[in-house]
């Protein structure tokens, strides 16, 4: 009798030994193509693994963007159940809502016990900027993220993973490099106009004409950026003049690439051809190299039908030009203006023009 109340709190010990040697899958994250990312909290069994990647630009990239690599492992844990051998370990992204995406190959292993491992043959991790989930304007700092979860099949099989690897994008905005201008010249000459002169009838105080006739309201913009630089741009003329032709089949409006950085007091567009771009004034999806410039040229004439009476009591014709993240065709200059942290001097730009009545 003695010795069986001996042997009963021994081959207790025993059970509750076997029991803390549950397992649990060790995650680590390395980089793979692409942007390389600062990886946080790398090559644990739990908790989160974070990774943090830059984008230098004004707006996000679209579609396939980076990839890493898991390297994952069977050890032995502290849980207090044993796993059921073997295990199903899937690996998905978390939610379909966001604008990084993650797509995992392969996408599920079949883990055998203590010791599996996928070292030879690391995860694949794609991820992908999915544009049609971003919201809002881009701005400087901005985060969007992506999860990527771990699981076991069936759920409670006692084989532990990470609770997610999350993947953050940061978008870092260059520091005012692209330089806008807008002014108006001698239509096609690239000459500064300094004011204009208006001739009215003196008995009836409409307007007859105005000296020049037509000018071009213009918009420069140079890229001093390190990158090429992609964006709509929109010149807005005075709410009392028009394009030049006005509703009819012509070209109005004409875009000149200019090779190197340039600014309005060394223009000079002798020798410049520039493309028809019809009444337009917007622009869109224009790329431009780094260290290069755009010119747009509108042609534009006070409206017919004025009086003297209505015209600016200020003596000043305003016109603008702005920049916005480009957009699809049809859809120009409404995705949100330039942050003026990427464009300078001022976003938008713009310009009055003096004018004296005759």
């Known amino acids: 009798m003695k010795a069986r109340l001996l042997l009963l709190p021994l081959a207790m010990l025993l059970a509750s030994t076997v029991a803390l040697a549950n397992d ?28 943090w990647y830059s984008y230098v630009g004004a707006s996000f990239p679209c579609g396939a963007f980076a990839t890493f690599n898991v390297g994952l492992q069977d050890e032995s844990g502290n849980g ?24 995992p190959s392969p996408a599920s292993y079949t883990v055998s016990g203590q010791t599996w491992n996928n070292l030879a043959s690391p ?18 700092g901005e985060d969007i993220v992506g999860n990527l979860n771990e699981q ?31 002014f108006e010249t001698y239509q096609d000459s690239g000459t500064m106009l300094a004011s204009v002169q208006v001739v009215s009838n003196n008995k009836t105080g ?54 190197g950085a340039i600014d309005p007091g060394t223009l000079n567009m002798t020798g410049l051809t520039g493309t028809p771009m019809g009444e337009g004034t917007c622009l869109q999806n224009v790329t431009l190299s780094a260290d ?6 509108v042609h534009s004439a006070l409206d017919g039908g004025l009086y003297a009476s209505s015209l600016p009591a200020s003596g000043n ?12 065709w049809g859809t120009g200059c409404t995705g949100g203006a330039l942050s003026t942290t990427l464009v300078a001097p001022a976003n938008p730009g713009s310009s009055t023009l003096p004018f004296t009545m005759h």
């Open 24 to 51: 649990e899958i060790v995650s680590a994250v390395t980089n793979g193509s692409g942007p390389q990312a600062t990886i946080v909290n790398n090559g644990v069994p739990s908790g989160t693994i974070q990774l």
């Open 80 to 103: 207090k159940q044993m796993p059921a051998y073997p295990v199903t370990l899937g690996l998905a992204q978390s939610g379909s809502g966001t604008p990084v995406q993650v797509s």
């Open 123 to 140: 995860e694949t991790v794609t991820v992908s900027i999915d544009c049609s989930k971003l919201t809002g304007a881009p701005y400087d």
């Open 152 to 182: 076991t099949v069936p759920n409670g099989s006692h084989l532990d993973t990470i609770s997610t690897i999350q993947v953050h994008i940061v978008l870092v905005t260059p520091t005012a490099c692209l330089k806008l201008y807008q």
């Open 206 to 259: 409409a307007v007859k004409s105005t000296n020049p006739g037509t000018i071009s309201t213009d918009a420069l913009v140079v890229n001093t950026c390190a990158s090429t630089q992609n964006f709509d741009l929109g010149v807005a003329l005075d709410p009392q003049w028009g394009t030049i032709p006005a509703n009819n089949p012509g070209n109005a409006t004409f875009a000149y690439d200019i090779t």
């Open 292 to 297: 290069d410039s755009y010119l747009v040229t």
């Open 317 to 328: 014709f305003s016109f603008a030009a702005e920049l916005f993240n480009p957009t699809t």
